[in-house]
C-alpha cells in the first residue's frame, strides 16, 4: 500500500483528462513553440480540480481552455498557445499518406485487392513479404504477410508461349484484323 503522501492509482484512475492519450505512442500535445524552454515537454494531462490530488511539484501546467474541437494549451513557460490535437487521427492521416505515396499500382505486388500491401512492391515495401523460392522459369517469387498470398516478378511477357508472334498480332490488331483471322497465323 502506498503511504499517505504519494497519490494512490486509484485516485489518478478517476481524474479526468485535459489532454487525448497518446495513440501508437504518438503524442503532440506540449507546447510547440520551438524557442520555449518547455517545447516538447509534457504537460501534467489531468484537470486538477481544488479536491483532486495535487499534480507532482515538477509538473508543467498551464492550462487548457477553447470550445470543442477547438481546445488549446497555453504553456506557462512562454504564453503561447498551441491547438490540442487528436493524436489518432494524426497517425491515421500520417498512414494514409504513406501509403499514397509508397502505392504504386503499375509495379509487381500482392495482387490481393483490398490487402494493405497491394501496390507496394517488394524492394521498395520489403516489410510485407517474404521470398517464396522461384517459378518453374527461374522468376522470383513472393508471399505476402498480410494476407498469404504468393505472386511472381518477372518480365510481363513471362507467361507467352509464343512470344516471337507479340510483334505480328501487335501489328494486325492496330489495322483491325479481327482476332478471328489472327488466329490463323
Ligand atoms: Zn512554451
Ligand atoms: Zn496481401
Redesign the pocket.
Known sequence: MLDGSKISPTEIAALERRFPLAFEGVDLNFCRNPQCATYGVFPDPYKRPTDAPPAPPDALHGFVSGKKHEEFFKCPTCNKTSRIKNNRAIVEEYKRLKHLQEFDPTVPS?R?EG?F??GMAPKTSPEFYRRFGNTAKGDPHFQ?R??S?TFSIGKPARRHLRSDKNRIIFQMLCTDVSLAKIRFR
Open positions: 500482392c490481393t490487402c500491401a497491394h505476402c498480410l494476407c498470398k
